[in-house]
Every structure is written in C-alpha cells, then in structure tokens.
C-alpha cells in the first residue's frame, strides 16, 4: 500500500492536507495528513467525502448533449467539434463578449484557474465582478485597515477574550475552533453574536443572540459607551487612527436604550460586553454571514472601529480575523499575463447574472460556460436565472454531477477531482500555507481534466498564442514571485508546505496601506465610492406581510450544495416558538416558506435556536428538494459588491392554503 499526501479542494478556511491510501489504481482509505503543520491530520467528513465523490455511481464520466431535451453521451471528439464551432461562430458573429465564462471556487487548486486563461486568448468574454461570498467584508478591510490579513490564530491562546461575531467555526472552520477551545482552555472568555444558537455556541462561555443586520448598531453603541465612560485606548488612538473625532461626533444617537431595542440585546450585556472588550489582548473572530446584507459592509466597519479605538491591533492575542491573503499574493504567471490577450471587455455584478442575460444587448448573451460552480442554485432569485438561462442559446457546464445548473446546459462535460489531479492550494481565509498535492489516481474513465481540456480546445481553436507548456512549467511561472521573493526552490515548495515567514502577527509594524497609513475611520476612499466616509448604521425595515427575516447559513456536513445530491425530504425551517407566526403549526409539520420571490416546501422545526421574528434554513439543498434561493433577493451589498442574500423576508404559508 502506497500513501500519498494530497489535498482538499474545497472553498474552505481550512485548506486540509490529506492522505490516501493506494493500491495500484485504487483508494482504499482518505484520512488527514498528521505531518501538516496547520490541519495535523484533523479533517472534517466533507474533506473524506472526496473518496466518495470521486467513486460515485451518479458521476459524469463523459461529455454529454442535450437532444431532444434528454442527455446522451457523446465522445470528447464530438464535444470538441461542437465547442470549436459554436465557439467561433459565435464570435465572428457576435464578438467575444457575447460569451459569459462564469466560474467560482468549487474548487481552489492553481491548475483549473486554466479556464479564465483560455477565455481570455479567446479576446475576453463577459465576466463577473463582485462576489456571492464575502466581498463587503473584504472591502471594509481594505479601507479602514488597507489590506486583508489576519494574525494566525496560533496566538489565540493569549488572548484575555475571543468575541466569534457572525461566523460558525463549529461548522464551518473546524481548525479555528481548536485554537478557539484552547483559547478558553487559558482563560480568554469565549463569546458568540449570532442570531442563531449554532454548534459554535456549545464551546462559548456566552452567546449573545442579536437581531440580524443589527451589527453596526451593537458596536456603535459599544463604541460610544467605550467612549463615554473613558474606557478607549487614548495612546493607541492618537497615534494609529485617522478620523476619530468625526467617528465620536457619529455617535450621538447610539444610546444603550436605542442600541438594545434595535439589537434585541439587553443593556446589561451590552455594558458586560462594553467591559470585556475594552481590555487589553481582545480577538474578533468576524465572520461571512453579517456581511450578507446591504449594510454588511459598514457593518463590518463598525466592528473593525471597536477593534480599533480599543487598541485590539496589532499584537499577539488581540486583532480582528477575517480573512488571510498572504501566499496568494506571490501567485502571479501566463493566467495574470493571458489578460493581455482582451481585445473586448464586459462585466456584470455576479449576483446579477440573470438581469446582465435579461438586458443584455449589442450584443445579446449567445452563450454561457460554466465551470466550477452551480450559479442556478447558488446565486440568488432562482426562478429569475432559469429564465435568464432559458434565452441563450448554447450553455456549457463542466462538473463532476449533473446538478441543477448542468440541468440547464446543452453541452455538459465531465471534471477530475482533486484525487485525479496534481496542484497546488491555498486559502485566502485562514490557513497561510501552500500546499502542493499528489496526483493519486489516474482520471476515471479517461476523464480529461481542466489543464489539459483548454489546452486542447485553445489547439483546435488555432489559438496560437496559448502557452502550450507542461503543467510542471506551468506550476512554476504561476509560483515564480513566490519563488523569486522568498529564495525558495520549486521542488522544496513540492516536497513541504510553505508559509511566508514572520509574518504571524497582522499590522504588527502598525503601518496599515491606507492613503493616511493609519486605521481610517473617516476614508475618503469610501466617500469616494458615494457611501458614508464613517462606517455607519441604517436601520431595515420589516414588511407587514413577509414578516419573518431569512437567513440561509451554511450546512456542517456540505460545502454549499456539494454533499447534499443523496439528500432526501425537504429542508428544515427553523423557527422560535416564541414567534406569533408559528400560531396554528406544530413542530414537524410541511410548511410553505414564501417570499415575493417564490416558494418552497420545508419541514417546521420550532424551538429555540434562532431569534424571534428569525427564521433559518440551511442552504445547499437542490432544487429537488427545495433549493433556498428561490426566495432570496438579487440586490448588493453598500460595498464590495456582495449578495445580500440574508435581506430576506419570508412568511410561513399553510400547506392546505396553498
Ligand atoms: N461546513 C461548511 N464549511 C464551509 C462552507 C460550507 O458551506 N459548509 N462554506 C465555506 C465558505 S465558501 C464560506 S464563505 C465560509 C462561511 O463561513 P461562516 O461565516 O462561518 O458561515 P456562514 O454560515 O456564512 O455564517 C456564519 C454565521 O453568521 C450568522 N449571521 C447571519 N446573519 C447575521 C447577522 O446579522 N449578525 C450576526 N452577528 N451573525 C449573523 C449566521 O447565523 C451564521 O451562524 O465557510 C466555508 N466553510
Ligand atoms: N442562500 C445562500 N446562498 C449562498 C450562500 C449563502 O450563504 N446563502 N453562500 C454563498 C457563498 S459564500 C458561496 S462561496 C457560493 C458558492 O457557490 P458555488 O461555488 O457555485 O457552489 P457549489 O455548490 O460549491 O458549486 C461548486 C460546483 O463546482 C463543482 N466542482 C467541484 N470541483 C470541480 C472541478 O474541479 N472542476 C469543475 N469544473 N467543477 C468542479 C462541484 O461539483 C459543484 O457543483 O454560494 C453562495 N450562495
Ligand atoms: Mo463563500
């Protein structure tokens, strides 16, 4: 038996070292590499579930097209011609940039970043800005703090308090929360905001349970309270922020009794919190979920400010983690330098895909290729993409399973798994290690993986340009400032993992790459972008009618809709028995959850894991089940260009008064 380190894929914090155990061509057995300094062999069952994956009886082993709307296999010869022609025709007919290449991160390896490449020696097809995951987020770092970086979570063990603000480890990043229980372990007083009583909630010493999008307001309050009892970190302040005088004067209206009725938090916490956080040595572990708003952005400002005028930055212990993009930014070769090839540009907000496809004109959308993703169920409004879907004429998707949107598709082409492929990976969340992972078996059925399959098509389309290098080569280019900066060799970058050195504690020098080199908590950057210089807090209004606000987090078992293709039943619609709208249901019942959107059919769990006028319901279930964004909203965050998916207002519907 041979053992082979290798990777996991997924779009996760984590970014786990694997190990499979191999007898010629066959895994027996996927477990957690012990030898990786961050993941240490732990890994979670989605990370095993690759075995699974790669093995299962419903995976696509050859490219299929829709005829007469049914699917048959056809050969990848067949497959090229039809893409060959259709791909040219198109162009020549219509531009480049009638062509929507839309990817995402179903999986995170170098080698499959091949398919932006080719699309753009192809003269550049639409493409997408913004991003269905955690843009807002991103972009409030980057304008109070300059950049988005993260001290490794390592020295949580020093902190004197850890507040895990909208963010589910438990569930979602089972390595933070090792070092979140090691922590408390030593004293840090562990504390989770949410408005759901998570998995995370277990391992804290408390849980503050907040009305959702109401972030901004909590930590304007706990600002000016921090303020007004003198509780601040003057020298830190003085020396470090830039706008603190405007950021005081915002404050007025941010009294407790306001802050808690908005909130739904008692005073009394609040004050408690207000004390914990304003000592020394105070983490803010911000997660993805409280900046799926409109106002997720300023929200995540307003925490950053807390951090901030506490004196949280900066040293071991303390610091606000949210994400880490440190070896990504030393990743740069022929995918970064194929953008000069563009010869037409066009580009939508991810999220409105279906409007882009809906409006587009001169030219119309003629085509979509999609790679990497499953933008019908994942992107909100599903009813509104399958429309837009059903206008373009030729729709490619290229995945492991015939999901909802390689249901839509007229050509579907077959993916390798990371078992079947050798890469490197990174994750721009947490872990700051690269990884370089094995080739462990040779493709099933001949699958042709996506390095080679562009490479091939890039050939048959006369593309002369296109780098035809090994994908040895091709690893190297991509890894060369890496390489270059560090001194490294390639074939040490291959045989450990690779993390920058010195570089474990966030803004430790306190020189932030703002245009003021301090923390900005006035930004002209953000004025410039037309929204408020001060991060700041709009209070949503509930409709009379969908008066239940939905949230749609994400499932500990499955990565999106990943692991939830065997699923059978319907989803589960989390309600607090303390709500007038559970009057007449009992738990267990079939319920319609609707919204203006559209409807679908879960199964009620009353209780008391979500706060009132609250309701959950996991997302990643398929359309055969009930796939949630049929009753998301489309619109975007205040910056960063995010989904604000959990904008939602739903009402419970009677099944018989359906
Ligand atoms: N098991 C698993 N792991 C994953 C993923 C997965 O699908 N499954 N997805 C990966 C990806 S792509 C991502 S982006 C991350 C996401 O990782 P997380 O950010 O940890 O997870 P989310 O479910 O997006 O949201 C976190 C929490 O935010 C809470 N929340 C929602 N609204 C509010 C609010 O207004 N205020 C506050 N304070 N909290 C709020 C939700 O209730 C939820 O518990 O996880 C990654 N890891
Ligand atoms: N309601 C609601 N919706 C959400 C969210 C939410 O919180 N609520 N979260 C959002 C977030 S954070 C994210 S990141 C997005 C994720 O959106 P997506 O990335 O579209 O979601 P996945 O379900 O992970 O789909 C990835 C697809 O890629 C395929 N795949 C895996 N590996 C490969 C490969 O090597 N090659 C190819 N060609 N395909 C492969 C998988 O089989 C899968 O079908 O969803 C968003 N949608
Ligand atoms: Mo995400």
Redesign the pocket.
């Known amino acids: 038996m041979q053992r082979i380190v290798t990777n996991c894929s997924?779009?996760?914090?984590?970014c786990c070292s694997l190990e499979a155990q191999v007898e010629g061509n066959k895994i027996l057995k996927l477990i957690g590499n012990k030898n990786h300094p961050f993941t240490k062999g732990m890994i979670?069952s989605?990370g095993r579930k690759h075995l699974d994956r790669t093995y299962h009886e419903k995976r696509i082993l050859n490219p299929k097209l829709k005829v007469d709307g049914e699917f048959k296999d056809i050969s990848y010869e067949e497959a090229f011609n039809l893409l060959v022609d259709k791909l040219k025709s198109i162009k020549e007919q219509y531009g480049s940039k009638s062509v929507i290449h839309y990817y995402d991160?179903g999986y995170t390896g170098l080698s499959k970043t091949v398919d932006k490449m080719f699309f753009n020696y192809y003269g550049g097809a639409a493409k997408h800005s913004g991003t269905l995951?955690?843009g807002a987020g991103l972009k409030a770092q980057e304008i109070d703090f300059g950049d988005n970086i993260s001290s490794s979570p390592k020295h949580l063990v020093l902190s004197n308090a850890i507040i895990v603000?909208?963010?589910?480890?438990a569930?979602?990043?089972i390595h933070m929360l090792s070092y979140l229980i090691q922590g408390k372990k030593k004293g840090a007083r562990l504390i989770l905001?949410?408005?759901?009583k998570?998995n995370?909630a277990k391992y804290c010493d408390e849980y503050i349970s907040?009305?959702?999008?109401?972030?901004g307001a909590l930590a304007l309050g706990m600002a000016k309270y921090i303020i007004d009892n003198n509780m601040m970190d003057d020298g830190f302040i003085k020396e470090n922020i830039h706008g603190y005088q405007p950021f005081v004067e915002s404050l007025n209206e941010y009294n407790l009794d306001y802050v808690s009725k908005v909130t739904g938090i008692s005073k009394e916490s609040i004050i408690s919190l207000c004390e914990i956080i304003s000592k020394d040595k105070c983490a803010f572990i911000i997660?993805?979920?409280?900046q799926?708003?409109k106002q997720g952005g300023n929200?995540t400002r307003c925490i950053n400010a807390l951090a901030a005028i506490t004196g949280n930055i900066g040293k071991a212990g303390n610091g606000v983690y949210y994400s880490n993009k440190t070896v990504s930014r030393y990743i740069s070769g022929e995918v970064d330098l194929s953008t000069n090839n563009v010869k037409q540009r066009r580009s939508y907000s991810k999220t409105h895909l279906a409007d882009f496809i809906l409006k587009a004109k001169d030219p119309e959308i003629k085509m979509l290729f999609i790679t990497r993703s499953n933008p019908v169920l994942q992107i909100p409004n599903i009813n509104k993409t399958i429309s837009a879907f059903k206008q373009v004429e030729f729709k490619v998707v290229m995945d492991h399973f015939m999901t909802d949107t390689a249901e839509q598709a007229d050509l579907v082409l077959p993916a390798t798994t990371t078992l079947e492929e050798e890469d490197f990976f990174s994750s721009s969340?947490l872990s700051p290690y690269l990884n370089y992972s094995e080739r462990v078996i040779e493709p099933r059925n001949n699958i042709i993986g996506e390095y080679d399959f562009f490479m091939e098509l890039a050939k048959r389309m006369g593309m002369e340009d296109y780098p035809y290098i090994s994908r040895q080569e091709f690893f190297k280019r991509e890894l060369k400032p890496l390489i270059d900066t560090f001194g490294i060799s390639y074939e040490e970058l291959k045989a450990k993992p690779f993390i920058i050195p010195d570089e474990d504690i966030a803004y430790e020098d306190l020189i932030f790459a703002t245009p003021s080199n301090k923390i900005e908590l006035y930004s002209n950057k953000a004025k410039d972008m037309r929204i408020s210089p001060i991060p700041t807090f709009i209070e949503s209004k509930v409709g009379d009618e969908y008066s239940l606000r939905l949230?749609t987090?994400?499932?500990?078992?499955?990565?999106?809709s990943?692991h939830m293709m065997d699923n059978d039943g319907l989803p589960e619609v989390f309600i607090n028995e303390r709500c007038r709208e559970t009057k007449g249901f009992s738990d267990g019942d079939v319920v319609i959850v609707q919204s203006k959107h559209g409807k679908i059919r879960c199964t009620l769990r009353i209780g008391d894991r979500?706060k009132v006028g609250t309701i959950?319901i996991y997302?990643?279930w398929w359309i055969k089940n009930g796939g949630v964004n049929k009753l998301t909203d489309d619109s975007i965050s205040d910056m960063g260009e995010q989904a604000a998916y959990?904008d939602c207002y739903c009402k419970l519907v009677n099944i018989d008064d359906n």
């Open positions: 997924l779009d996760c914090f984590d979670c989605k991160s995951c955690w603000w909208g963010r589910n480890p569930d979602t990043n905001i949410d408005p759901i998570t995370t907040i009305n959702p999008s109401t972030d997660g993805y979920g409280m799926r708003y929200a969340m949230i987090p994400h499932h500990k078992d499955s990565i999106h990943q979500v959950f997302q990643g959990y």
